[in-house]
Every structure is written in structure tokens, then in C-alpha cells.
């Protein structure tokens, strides 16, 4: 599977400069060859090379290689939109829209990333440097900083091209990574049930609650500050709300990887499959009282469940989603279902049999048992051909990639 590995660049205030330089040529160069392939309506790679190759090299200095990126970079941008397009996520042909869209040459933004090949940019993994070609020449020493772990997956799996980003006044590549998949274990010891929710953002059937009291303390405290900006309303508040909110998903985005990587290895380590709630509808489905409904949109569950689906694929782990459905309601003893089992936010008490556990952990129980029940199904409707494997099955869904497209690939 492909995972993008994002490192951070560290270049002196001279590299910094020939960075810059170089990204902003080749996004001029991108917009020039984006007119011409719009005036000649010529949008595939090859054809457009003729018309514009040439030039390209001359104009702005490029070399061969980033010359043929940019053009192919313009000719991705076209085929992008054309998929938009066709996937209407532009609205109908006669709409605003569609025709602002279709009616000028695609443009790039001055810092628009820009992809480089092996021929421009060279990793010297255990130095923590790169190489990477710019219009004043090939640029060495170039730092960078990765964790032990982002610096083993590129030294192991880095191969084809990476981009050069730079956002928020810092500099970034973003490599291609080809990650080998373990093969998936098919007759799973159980299943780990991770139940989601407002208060503790994760807790598993084991008992273990994830991101919980001091991270919502955290966030109610951001939430307080952010809506005093958006009051201000003036040019510097807008920056420094638009600062933070990135500074928020950064942090959201830090934490779900651990809760997904801690899920995925506790279910690795004992044999076990992952059950989760399927999430698609949470919004229409939950009815909460106003300020827990903030809470939770605002939390990236969507992206908690992605990371553990493409983190359990990785390690071979299956995962079945199961119907959320009065899993907070039901006893995960006796099965009663009753509203007034939910005794408050924390504890679960059954009217029927007397049954008393923290709320979530019943809830991530249920979960639990209804995978198991899923799987055995599954397992039953494949039986004739021992041992059952992991294709097909009734209900239930194995854990996919979020997508196949590149760019909405999650990075590390
Ligand atoms: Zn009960």
C-alpha cells in the first residue's frame, strides 16, 4: 500500500532562497503551460511537450526533468478537473460554477507543491539530508527532520517521486512510500471492540479509555478562545484563527495516530480482529443537547476510523464495522436494551440484571459482541472450502484504504 511520509526541511537561510526561487518558477512555468494547453485545447502529456518544452527550459531556466513535471503537473491538473467535472462535484454544466471552472486556464498558486524524481533529489537518510536540484544549481546538505520511525519507512520503502511543499512559512516534502502488506489473519482470536464517544474519545472492551478528560479540558479551552477571535472579526484575528485552527488538526491528527496505533498493535499482539462502529450517518443518527453536538462534530472520527482501517491493513488486522445502534443502551451481559440503563455520562447499570460497568466500556462490548457475531457468519457462509478465508461474507465489510488517490492518502 502506498503511505506518504512527510518530513520537515531545515534549510539555511541560502537553501531557503533557492527553494523558493525554483517553486516559484516552476509554478509560473505551470500557469504558462496551463494557457497554452487551454488555447490549443491540448491537455495530454506528450502532445503538450511539443508546444511548450522548448520554452519551458528557456524562459525560466528549468532543467529537462523539472521541465517535464511541470508540464505533466499541469497535465494531472486538467485530468483532475475533468474528473470533477464528470463526478459533478462542480454542479451541472450551466451552473456558476462548472462554467467559472471550465471558463479560464487552469492557474497555480506561486507555492503550489512541485514534484521531484530521484534524477533532482537524492536522500541521505542516516545524515537526515537531502539533495535537491534548484534553478542555482544542485543544493547539498539540505536538513530535515523525521521521527526513528518516518526515517526507517523511508530508508526501507521511499520509491518514485516526492513533493516539495511549503506551507505556513515552513518547507516540506511529502515522499511516496510502498509499504508491504502483512497477510491478513483470517481466523482472528476475537475481536477488540473500540467504542467512540463524546467524553473519552475512544474506549476498547478491554477497559481502556483513550484521549479522554484532559484532552476535552483542552479543547473546550480553544473553542473559548476561537469563537473571542471570530467576534474580533479584524484581518489579524482572521490570521490567527485561521493559525490555530491549523495548529487544532495538527493535534487532532497527532492523536488519532496513537489512539490507531495503539489500538492496532494491542489487537495485533493478541490475535485479534478490530470492531468498529460504522460511522457513516453519526451526524443525522446522534441527537445530543447543543454543546456536546459541537464536541462531537468537531472531533475527526471519520479520520480516527481511516487511520486505524489503513494501520490494521498494514498489520495484517481484519476489521469489521458493526451497527452502532443502542450499543450505549444495551447490556452487554444480558442483552437488555433499556434508555434507563444509562444510569449518567459514566456508568451503565442494568435494570434487568443488575449489571454495573463504565458506560463506554459496555458500549465498546457490544461492539465487540456483534463483530464476533458478524464474523462468525461470515466464516459460516464461506464454510464449504476450508479454512474459511477472508473474502466474501454476509455483512461484513473488511477494512479498506480511505482512497486510492495519492493526495488524500494519509501522511505520517
Ligand atoms: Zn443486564
Not at 528557456?58 to 526533468?65: E, F, K, M, T
Not at 486556464?105 to 545524515?127: H, K, N, T
Not at 456536546?292 to 482501517?309: D, E, K, S, Y
Not at 491493513?313 to 450499543?327: F, I, M, N, W
Request: a positive charge.
Amino acid at each position: 500500500m502506498k503511505l506518504i511520509v512527510q518530513v520537515k526541511l531545515l534549510p539555511t537561510p541560502v537553501q531557503a532562497a533557492a527553494l523558493e526561487a525554483t517553486l516559484h518558477a516552476c509554478n509560473e512555468a505551470a500557469t504558462w503551460v496551463s494557457e497554452v494547453a487551454f488555447v490549443k485545447g491540448v491537455k495530454r502529456n506528450f502532445a503538450l511537450r511539443e508546444h511548450t518544452y522548448a520554452e519551458v527550459k528557456q524562459r525560466w531556466g528549468l532543467g529537462a526533468q523539472a521541465a517535464q513535471h511541470v508540464i505533466k503537473k499541469t497535465c494531472d491538473a486538467y485530468r483532475t478537473l475533468a474528473a470533477n467535472l464528470k463526478a459533478g462535484n462542480l454542479g451541472r454544466p450551466w451552473s456558476k460554477r462548472y462554467r467559472r471552472a471550465t471558463g479560464k486556464p487552469v492557474a497555480f498558486r506561486p507555492e503550489g507543491a512541485q514534484p521531484y524524481d530521484d534524477r533532482m533529489l537524492s536522500w541521505q537518510i542516516p545524515e537526515r539530508t537531502i539533495s535537491i536540484w534548484t534553478l542555482s544549481g544542485r543544493v547539498k546538505g539540505v536538513a530535515f527532520t523525521a521521527s526513528p520511525e518516518q526515517l526507517a519507512r523511508l530508508a526501507l520503502y521511499r520509491k518514485g517521486e516526492s513533493d516539495l511543499l511549503y506551507r505556513d512559512g515552513m518547507w516540506f516534502l511529502q515522499a511516496t512510500c510502498e509499504i508491504p502488506e502483512t497477510e491478513p489473519n483470517t481466523d482472528p482470536d476475537g475481536f477488540l471492540g473500540i467504542d467512540l464517544g463524546i467524553v473519552n474519545i475512544a474506549t476498547t472492551s478491554d477497559g481502556q479509555i483513550m484521549a479522554g478528560r484532559a484532552l476535552n479540558r483542552g479543547r473546550l479551552r480553544e473553542r473559548t478562545l476561537r469563537t473571542k477571535l471570530q467576534r474580533k472579526n479584524t484581518p489579524s484575528a482572521r490570521r490567527r484563527l485561521k493559525k490555530r485552527r491549523r495548529k487544532e488538526a495538527r493535534r487532532t491528527k497527532d492523536i488519532n495516530h496513537k489512539i490507531a496505533k495503539h489500538v492496532v498493535a494491542e489487537a495485533e499482539r493478541t490475535g485479534r480482529g478490530i470492531a468498529l462502529e460504522d460511522l457513516t450517518g453519526i451526524r443525522e443518527r446522534v441527537r445530543l443537547r447543543k454543546p456536546q453536538r459541537a464536541t462531537l462534530h468537531g472531533w475527526a472520527f471519520a479520520q480516527l476510523g481511516a487511520f486505524i482501517a489503513y494501520k490494521a491493513r498494514q498489520a495484517g488486522v481484519p476489521v469489521v464495522y458493526v451497527d452502532p445502534a443502542y450499543t450505549s443502551r444495551t447490556c452487554a451481559e444480558c442483552g437488555h436494551i433499556d434508555r434507563a440503563n444509562r444510569v449518567s455520562q459514566a456508568w451503565f447499570v442494568c435494570r434487568n440484571c443488575g449489571f454495573v460497568d463504565h458506560a463506554d466500556r459496555n458500549g465498546s462490548r457490544n461492539i465487540r459482541a456483534r463483530a464476533e457475531a458478524l464474523w462468525r457468519r461470515g466464516a459460516q457462509s464461506t464454510a464449504p472450502e476450508p479454512p474459511p478465508t477472508a473474502r466474501g461474507g454476509t455483512g461484513r465489510k473488511r477494512s479498506t484504504t480511505p482512497s486510492g488517490a495519492r493526495s488524500a492518502s494519509p501522511s505520517l
